[in-house]
């Protein structure tokens, strides 16, 4: 039971975030996962909204998408995405859930192109809801793997905000005070954001990893304020829980981290 992979270790870490009585935005795959694995564990009065407008349910199964009939199970109600932007944009979400292709030492975020705009060498769906949810969320949460081609100095498109460029950013911008990234969890490391810098901030190290791993397939300078932490492995318990409860199909952790 103590072996495990990228992916359910990436999920069991992510779970420990939430506080209970909190709010969080998910999509599907791993931080569906997640949150599920929070909510039996850790958070059982989280209260999970999806994009597609379900508010608050016990989600029973994995979903397979954001408007899977399992998202309304046992739900307090049951919208549209406008209900659920209306509540990002009153500051009802304290948690967000996001990906990207670049990620810049601020936390912005490029899901757009790669290369020029005009002439990308790469297209990608854009922004979705994620500007709408980085924007105005309490808190930007980041599952991905970990590369370095995901982790750059310099991004070619900014999606989704940051901390833009640093210090008041946000705030000159017009964004709420005291919202914006929060956490990356990569396949290697735990990542935060240096409260007065805004830079992003190496904070533990998963098992069997080091600094100069992770800084390897990083393209840009993390802080090292000090030593960072190892990461606590999944615990039995958490990979019990996630095998035959949250995910007992395997639609998400037996997926690769690439």
């Not at 390897?216 to 304020?225: A, F, M, R, Y």
């Not at 998400?252 to 981290?257: D, L, S, T």
Request: aromatic share 6%; proline share 7%.
């Amino acid at each position: 039971m103590n072996n495990y992979n990228d992916i359910e270790l990436m999920i069991c870490v992510a779970s420990r975030i939430f506080e209970d009585d909190t709010s969080v935005s998910v999509g599907t795959g791993i931080p569906c996962a997640a949150v599920m694995l929070a909510q039996k564990l850790y958070a059982p009065n989280i209260l999970i909204t999806f994009e597609a407008g379900a508010v608050a349910p016990i989600l029973p199964a994995m979903p397979i998408s954001v408007g899977d009939s399992a998202t309304m199970h046992k739900a307090l109600q049951t919208g549209s995405t406008c209900d659920q932007m209306e509540m990002i944009q009153r500051g009802l979400i304290d948690y967000c859930f996001l990906g990207g292709a670049q990620i810049d030492m601020y936390g912005n975020i490029n899901s757009t192109v790669i290369g020029d705009y005009k002439k990308p060498k790469v297209r990608f769906p854009g922004s979705g809801g994620a500007n709408d949810f980085a924007s105005m969320a309490w808190r930007i949460v980041m599952v991905v793997p970990h590369s370095i081609r995901r982790f750059t100095n310099k991004i070619d498109f900014i999606t989704t905000p940051g901390y833009l460029t640093g210090p008041g950013a946000r705030e000159k911008a017009g964004l709420a005070p005291n919202t914006g990234p929060y956490k990356i969890i990569t396949n290697l490391a735990v990542m935060g954001f240096d409260e007065e810098t805004k830079r992003m901030t190496l904070e533990s190290i998963h098992p069997g990893y080091t600094i100069d791993d992770v800084q390897k397939n990083t393209d840009l300078e993390l802080l090292i304020k000090q030593p960072p932490k190892k990461t606590e492995p999944p615990t039995q318990e958490e990979l019990r829980v996630l095998r035959e409860e949250v995910d007992p199909f395997k639609a998400v952790i037996e997926r690769k981290a690439e």
